[in-house]
């Protein structure tokens, strides 16, 4: 059984060490993280500090939506938008890799402390009892400080989260 994590697609199309882990891992992506990849991929802004690094994890993107968009990918992905929490069936990344997307919906549950998104993560991470893994590190110490009942990893963790052994409803 795949080790699951919560997190955006941006971070997949970031860091391509998640995409040869070690062992098998299923990364349940909320629907909105994927329409973030278009405003990225359309926006003058930069992603990374870096205009190489910028660059590459721009065509990164480019690779993600155009993979989202393939038929059979695209038809998984639709199943899920009819019904709120529905789940899309699994859609490869690779030998070990996996991804799941889920249609989750923002009720506002954690106010102004975390944008839509974020709340999106956490409601998921809670609904799944599983960790929300992020290169954020202002949103773990908001989860910390606010108490969020969910496991967090930053992505330098990604090969210790891997190694845990159960979801602990603390941090």
Not at 20 to 49: F, K
Not at 118 to 132: A, F, G, H, I, N
């Amino acid at each position: 059984m795949p080790k699951k994590f919560v997190t955006e697609a941006v971070m997949i199309a970031i860091y391509g060490q998640l995409l040869v882990p070690r062992s098998p891992v299923e990364y349940i992506v909320p629907y909105t993280t994927i329409m973030e990849l278009y405003e990225l991929r359309d926006s003058d802004e930069p992603v990374m500090s870096h205009p190489d690094d910028d660059r590459q994890v721009k065509l990164r993107i480019r690779e993600l939506i155009s993979y989202f968009e393939e038929p059979l990918n695209s038809k998984k992905i639709n199943r899920a938008l009819n019904v709120p929490w529905a789940k899309s069936p699994a859609i490869l990344l690779g030998g070990q890799a996996q991804l799941t997307i889920i249609n989750s919906i923002d009720n506002a549950s954690y106010g102004e402390s975390f944008d839509p998104i974020e709340t999106e993560l956490l409601l998921t991470s809670q609904r799944e009892k599983v960790p929300v893994l992020t290169d954020q590190f202002e949103l773990i110490q908001r989860i910390i400080e606010g108490s969020v009942p969910v496991q967090v990893f930053d992505i330098d963790d990604f090969e210790f989260a891997m190694e845990e052994e159960t979801f602990r409803s603390s941090h």
